[in-house]
């Protein structure tokens, strides 16, 4: 089980919406790339509020990640598209349901 994670929570500027959801999912094959990080999910938890929340084996692939492609073009366009700056909390899995495959 990947107990390393990370948990970033955005608010989609009003109009901006759109935009963060196609933001977002143009980010799937990226993350798909990184050697470091086994799950990636881009969530919509609100008509204006999106977060994404992914695993890691190890404290290097979270950090890795956090240097990423992803990274730098979510806060290079930071001020454009959301109402208030990114969180990322680091978060720790507990406990998960993984299935057999």
Do not use: Y
């Not at 799937?28 to 992914?54: R, V, Y």
């Not at 692939?61 to 909390?89: D, N």
Request: avoid cysteine; charged fraction near 20%; hydrophobic fraction near 50%.
């Amino acid at each position: 089980m990947d107990s390393f994670a990370l948990l970033g929570t955005f608010h989609a500027k009003p109009g901006k919406e759109a935009e963060v959801e196609a933001f977002l999912k143009s980010a799937l094959p990226i993350a798909s790339a990184e050697a470091g990080t086994a799950h990636w999910f881009a969530l919509k938890l609100g008509p204006a509020k999106f977060g994404i929340f992914d695993t890691f084996p190890t404290e290097a692939g979270r950090q890795a990640h956090l240097t990423g492609e992803i990274a730098k073009a979510l806060f290079a366009r930071a001020e454009e598209l959301f109402a208030v700056p990114p969180q990322v909390e680091h978060v720790e899995v507990l406990a998960a349901k993984i299935p057999r495959g």
